[in-house]
């Protein structure tokens, strides 16, 4: 379990595509940012998106994986919890509100161009109960509705996305119920 706030240092288990079965490889969350092209998906929608977004690269914001793909192959946890936006009007302004939260780690615009997630340093094992608390505060300070599945799965990937300039901080405040 990640008992250090500078949690850009922790290995992420990630996947060339969301098509490879086993993760097998890990990077720190620098390395994930500098391996991972820039993916501009903007400009698709509905299943030409999907299917376009399964082939680039992805990692595990939850806990490492390194032999398989499902929740009780989790390993190590890292202490984060992924919060994902879709459909964002404004992601700029949603951005700048996240990232004058002290227990965010990263924001960025999500790979379709037209969202917005945010990784939220907790510290702590990835139990629903913390997730529920963590959701509920980032909704009530920014006024939005998250995706709430793929915060509650341990085993959800995320994306990179296409964003020029993500908000970054090495060591956030661990986020109190």
């Not at 945010?118 to 963590?134: F, M, P, R």
């Not at 509705?145 to 020029?164: I, Q, T, W, Y």
Request: hydrophobic letters at 45%; glycine letters at 6%; proline letters at 5%.
């Amino acid at each position: 379990m990640n008992t250090t706030n500078n949690w850009a240092n922790l290995p992420f288990a990630y996947l060339d595509s969301a098509f490879s079965r086993t993760p097998g490889k890990a990077a720190s969350f620098a390395d994930l940012m500098n391996l991972a092209p820039i993916n501009d998906l903007s400009y698709l929608s509905g299943d030409a998106l999907k299917s376009r977004k399964a082939g680039c690269p992805a990692f595990f914001p939850h806990a490492m994986f390194a032999d398989g793909r499902k929740a009780s192959d989790a390993q190590e946890h890292t202490g984060l919890v992924q919060i994902d936006f879709d459909h964002v009007s404004d992601v700029d302004s949603l951005k700048a509100t996240l990232s004058a939260l002290p227990w965010v780690a990263f924001a960025s615009v999500s790979i379709s161009g037209s969202g917005v997630f945010a990784l939220v340093y907790t510290g702590k094992v990835h139990e629903l109960a913390l997730v529920d608390s963590v959701l509920d505060a980032v909704e009530l300070a920014t006024g939005c509705e998250a995706d709430r599945m793929n915060s509650k799965s341990v085993a959800a990937l995320r994306f990179l996305g296409a964003d020029n300039a993500p908000y970054f901080c090495a060591n956030p405040e661990a986020f109190e119920a």
